[in-house]
C-alpha cells in the first residue's frame, strides 16, 4: 500500500484528469443508460418462463402478463341471466377486447356461474390486453381507459363499471415518486449534513464529490455492460443509492485517519501516506468483502440476479478506486486548506463518548451478550414465517376505480384469486375439453375457461385460463397451481406468475445453502489473512449471518405482517415478500455490513500489535472508530431511507431491509455484541496455530496475553 500511495502522489496530476475524463463521460451515460435497462424477472429454463414465452407468441397475451378484470354491478331489480342483460354484456366484452386487440372472458360468453357474484347483479370478466404483452406494468394505464369507454357505451343504463385487476391496482397504489436523481440527491443532502457534523469544516464536501465521481463513473461501467448482456432496470437503484453510501464511507473512513495523522503533526504527503497505510487497507478489504457477498448472486442461473450483481460490484470496486487514488491526490493538495477552519478539531486521543460506553460493555460483557442475542434470535425466529410470492391485492391501492372493483367483488362473494389466473397451454393432439374438466375439479379452482372460438385455438394448440380461489402469492395459491402442474397431462404447459414464482424459489433457493456457505468460507478467509486470527472472522461471519436472518425476520414483520407499514407508507400486510428481495438483501447487506466489521476489527487489532492487551484494543478500536461507524451507518440508512419512497413496492421493501440492516449491524452488533464478545474471548480472539499461517500465507502471531 506504501508503494502504491506513493505511486498515486507522484502523478497528481494524471489521477485527477481521469478521474475528470471519466465522470464527464459517466454524466453523459447516466442520461442514456436508462432506455437500455430490462425488467425481465424471470429464470432462464423454467417451465413456466417457456410457458409464458410460447402463450405470449401464440397468443399475443396471457402467461405472465396481468389480465384486467372489469366488474360490473347491475342496477337494482337487474339479473345477469336476463336475456337482454347478457346480451349487452356480451356486447360490452366484446366491445372492450377489441378495443385493447385482447382476449376476453365473462359469464355472458361462458354461461358459467362462478363470473357472478351471489347478489345475482355483479359479475367480472377477464380481458388479457395485447397492448400489454411483455409483462409490463405501465402500459396498463395506457388501456384501462379505452377499455372502460368502450364498455361502458354497451352496458345497461344504471350500471357501474369499474376495472380492477394486480396491474391496475399496482398503478392505483401510486405510479409517481421521485426519479432516481431526486432520491440520490435527498440521500446526498442527508449526507452532506452528516457529514458537516463529523467535519465541522468545508472537508465534508469532498467525500460527497468522492461519491458523485464514484456514481457517475459507475453508470458509464454499467451503460458498456448493457451492450454486452441485458441488465436489470433496478440496478440504477443500487448504483445510484448504494454508492453513495458505500462511496462516502470509504472516503469518511480514509479522511478520518487522515485527520489523525495531521493532529498528530504529520504533515503533506506523509500524512496520506500513513492514512493508505492503515485506513487504505481497510477499504480494499471492505470492498473485497462486498464482492464476495455478490458471488451469491453470480452463481446463482438468474440473469437478472447476475445482472444486479455486476452493478453491485462495480460500485464498490469505482469506490474503493476513488477512494485510494483520486480522495489522496485531494486530501494531499487541498486538504489543509479545507479543514483549516473546521469547528471540530481532531483530538489524537480516542472519543470520550465511545470510549466510556465500550468500557461499560465490557464490564457487562455477558448482559449485554444475552440481551443482544436475544433481540436478534426473536427477530430471526420472525423470518421463519416468510411466504415469498406476489404482494396482496389488500397490499395494493386503498382508493380508486381499481380498489373499488376489488371491493365490489368482495361485497359479492368472488374470491380475490381470480385477479391471478394461471395459464395452461395444451398443445397438438390433445383434447383441451377433458382437461378443462379436470382442472375444474382440482381443489382451489374456482373455475375454467376453455373457449372453442380462434382466441383461444392457435396453430393445433389451446389456451385454457384457470381461475383460482387464492391470490398466487399466497400458501394456498401456490398449493393450487403445484395441483395444477400435477394433472395437466404430458406436454402441456402451466403459465403465470405464480408458477413462474414457484420455478424462481425451486432454481434459486433450492442451491442457497450451498452459496451460504461459499460465500462465508471465501469472507472468513479473507478476514483470517486480514486480522490473523482464526476465532475473529469466524465471529464476524457467524454475526453477520445471524445479523442477516434478524434483517429478514424484521422484514417479514413490517411488510408481510404490516407492523408499521401502514404508519409509514400507507400500506396493508403484503403477505408476502418478492421472491427476489431476500436473495437481494443478503447478497448486499452481507457485505455492506462487513464494511463496519472490517473496519472495527481492523482498528482493534491495530490496537492489540501495539498494546498486548486485549481489552485496552477493545475499548481505544471502539473509541476511535464509534463515531465513524455511526456516521457511515447513518449516512447509508438516509440513502435507503431515499430509496424507499420509490413507488415501486419491491424496492421500498428491497430499501427496507436495507435500511433495517444497517440499524441493526451499526447498534446492536457493532455498538454491543462486537465488543463484548471480542472481550469476552479474550485472548483466544489472537489464536492463529502456525500451520492455520502457513495455509494462509501469512506470519504467524505473535504470543497473546489478556
Not at 23 to 29: F, P, R
Request: glycine share 10%.
Amino acid at each position: 500500500m506504501d508503494a502504491f500511495s506513493r505511486f498515486v502522489l507522484r502523478h497528481k496530476l494524471l489521477i485527477g484528469l481521469l478521474w475528470l475524463t471519466a465522470t464527464l463521460a459517466g454524466a453523459v451515460a447516466v442520461t442514456q443508460v436508462t432506455d437500455r435497462l430490462t425488467e425481465d424477472f424471470s429464470p432462464p429454463g423454467s417451465p413456466a418462463r417457456d410457458a409464458n414465452t410460447a402463450i405470449a407468441r401464440l397468443y399475443g397475451t396471457g402467461g405472465e402478463d396481468k389480465p384486467l378484470v372489469p366488474v360490473v354491478t347491475l342496477p337494482s331489480g337487474a339479473r345477469v341471466d336476463d336475456p337482454a342483460v347478457r346480451r349487452a354484456l356480451a356486447r360490452a366484452f366484446e366491445a372492450g377486447a377489441e378495443r385493447v386487440d385482447g382476449l376476453a372472458a365473462s359469464y355472458a360468453d361462458t354461461a358459467d356461474r362462478r363470473f357472478v357474484g351471489e347478489d345475482g347483479r355483479t359479475t367480472f370478466g377477464l380481458v388479457f390486453p395485447r397492448a400489454a404483452a411483455g409483462g409490463d406494468a405501465e402500459e396498463a394505464p395506457d388501456v384501462t381507459a379505452p377499455l372502460t369507454e368502450a364498455m361502458r357505451a354497451e352496458l345497461p343504463p344504471g350500471s357501474t363499471l369499474r376495472v380492477t385487476g394486480m396491474d391496475a391496482l399496482e398503478e392505483g397504489a401510486g405510479s409517481e415518486g421521485p426519479s432516481v436523481l431526486v432520491e440520490t440527491v435527498i440521500g446526498g443532502v442527508g449526507a452532506l449534513v452528516v457529514l458537516a457534523f463529523v467535519f465541522g469544516s468545508p472537508l465534508a464536501l469532498v467525500p460527497l464529490g468522492v461519491a458523485v465521481v464514484s456514481i457517475l463513473t459507475s453508470f458509464l461501467a454499467v451503460y458498456g455492460i448493457t451492450g454486452v448482456t441485458e441488465v436489470n432496470f433496478m440496478v440504477q437503484f443500487v448504483v445510484a443509492l448504494i454508492g453513495l453510501g458505500v462511496a462516502i464511507d470509504y472516503s469518511l473512513l480514509l479522511v478520518t485517519r487522515w485527520r489523525e495523522e495531521v493532529a498528530h503533526g504529520h504533515r503533506g504527503d506523509e500524512a496520506v501516506r500513513r492514512a493508505m497505510a492503515t485506513a487504505g487497507r481497510a477499504v480494499v478489504s471492505s470492498a473485497v468483502a462486498v464482492a464476495i457477498g455478490l458471488v451469491v448472486m453470480l452463481v446463482l442461473p438468474v440473469d437478472f440476479l447476475r445482472s444486479i450483481a455486476y452493478g453491485g460490484m462495480i460500485i464498490p470496486t469505482v469506490s474503493a478506486l476513488a477512494t485510494l487514488t483520486l480522495l489522496p491526490v485531494i486530501l494531499a493538495t487541498a486538504g489543509p486548506r479545507l479543514d483549516r477552519r473546521g469547528l471540530r478539531r481532531v483530538s489524537p486521543d480516542a472519543g470520550r463518548a465511545w470510549t466510556a460506553w465500550t468500557r461499560r460493555v465490557i464490564r457487562w460483557r455477558w448482559a449485554a451478550i444475552a440481551v443482544s442475542l436475544s433481540l436478534l434470535g426473536a427477530l430471526a425466529v420472525a423470518a421463519l414465517g416468510l411466504n415469498l410470492g406476489e404482494a396482496g391485492s389488500d397490499a395494493l391501492a386503498k382508493r380508486g376505480p381499481a380498489y373499488e372493483g376489488l371491493s365490489a367483488l368482495d361485497r359479492a362473494g368472488i374470491p380475490s384469486g381470480v385477479l391471478t389466473p394461471v395459464d395452461v397451454l395444451v398443445p397438438q393432439g390433445v383434447d383441451p375439453r377433458p382437461v378443462a374438466a379436470r382442472l375444474a375439479r382440482v381443489p382451489g379452482v374456482r373455475t375454467v375457461v376453455a373457449a372453442d372460438g380462434p382466441g383461444r385455438r392457435r396453430d393445433g394448440t389451446a389456451l385454457i385460463t384457470v381461475l383460482p380461489v387464492d391470490e398466487g402469492g399466497t400458501g394456498p395459491g401456490k398449493d393450487t397451481v403445484t395441483a395444477i402442474r400435477d394433472v395437466v397431462p404430458a406436454g402441456a404447459r402451466v403459465g403465470g406468475e405464480a408458477a413462474a414464482d414457484l420455478d424462481f424459489i425451486d432454481q434459486v433457493y433450492g442451491t442457497f445453502p450451498l452459496m451460504l456457505a461459499l460465500v462465508a468460507l471465501l469472507t472468513f478467509v479473507l478476514l483470517a489473512r486480514a486480522f490473523r486470527s482464526l476465532l475473529l472472522p469466524l465471529k464476524a461471519v457467524l454475526l453477520n449471518l445471524l445479523s442477516l436472518a434478524s434483517v429478514l425476520g424484521a422484514t417479514v414483520l413490517v411488510w408481510q405482517y404490516g407492523y408499521g407499514g401502514e404508519q409509514l407508507w400507507g400500506i396493508s400486510a403484503t403477505g408476502s415478500i418478492a421472491t427476489f428481495i431476500p436473495v437481494m438483501v443478503f447478497a448486499f447487506l452481507y457485505g455492506l455490513s462487513m464494511d463496519y466489521e472490517v473496519f472495527i476489527l481492523a482498528r482493534i487489532r491495530e490496537e492489540y500489535d501495539r498494546t498486548g492487551c486485549t481489552e485496552t484494543a477493545v475499548v481505544e478500536g471502539i473509541g476511535r472508530t464509534g463515531r465513524l461507524v455511526t456516521s457511515a451507518a447513518l449516512i447509508l440508512f438516509l440513502a435507503f431511507a431515499s430509496l424507499a419512497a420509490a413507488p415501486i413496492i419491491e424496492v421500498k421493501i428491497f430499501a427496507t431491509g436495507l435500511g433495517l440492516g444497517i440499524l441493526l449491524d451499526a447498534t446492536i452488533i457493532r455498538a454491543l455484541l462486537v465488543p463484548a464478545v471480542v472481550a469476552a474471548l479474550g485472548r483466544w480472539n489472537w489464536w492463529l496455530p502456525g500451520w492455520a499461517a502457513r495455509v494462509l500465507r501469512v506470519r504467524p502471531a505473535t504470543p497473546f496475553t489478556m
